[in-house]
């Protein structure tokens, strides 16, 4: 009756070591994905930024030129 009781534990103790293995490796591949759209998602908020800042400053020589002829009209 020991070597049964033991024989089941053992496989009880088997099967779930393997259950963990099996759930380990299917969560791990869904993570990494996340990570690398994260990482695709910052690339992108920092070219548009990028892209704003740009046109900004388009603007702003624009006004300083706008505003340098005007200067030289009134003289």
Request: charged share 55%; glycine share 0%.
């Given at each position: 009756?020991?070597?049964?009781?033991?024989?089941?534990?053992?496989?009880?103790?088997?099967?779930?070591v393997t259950g963990l293995?099996?759930?380990?490796?299917?969560?791990?591949?869904?993570?990494?994905?996340?990570?690398?759209?994260?990482?695709?998602?910052?690339?992108?908020?920092?070219?548009?930024?990028?892209?704003?800042?740009?046109?900004?400053?388009?603007?702003?020589?624009?006004?300083?030129?706008?505003?340098?002829?005007?200067?030289?009209?009134?003289?």
């Open positions: 009756m020991k070597k049964l009781m033991s024989i089941i534990i053992s496989i009880l103790f088997a099967l779930s293995c099996f759930a380990q490796t299917t969560v791990a591949p869904k993570e990494e994905k996340k990570v690398e759209e994260k990482a695709e998602k910052k690339v992108e908020k920092k070219k548009v930024k990028k892209a704003k800042k740009a046109k900004k400053a388009k603007k702003e020589v624009k006004e300083e030129k706008k505003e340098d002829v005007k200067k030289e009209d009134k003289k």
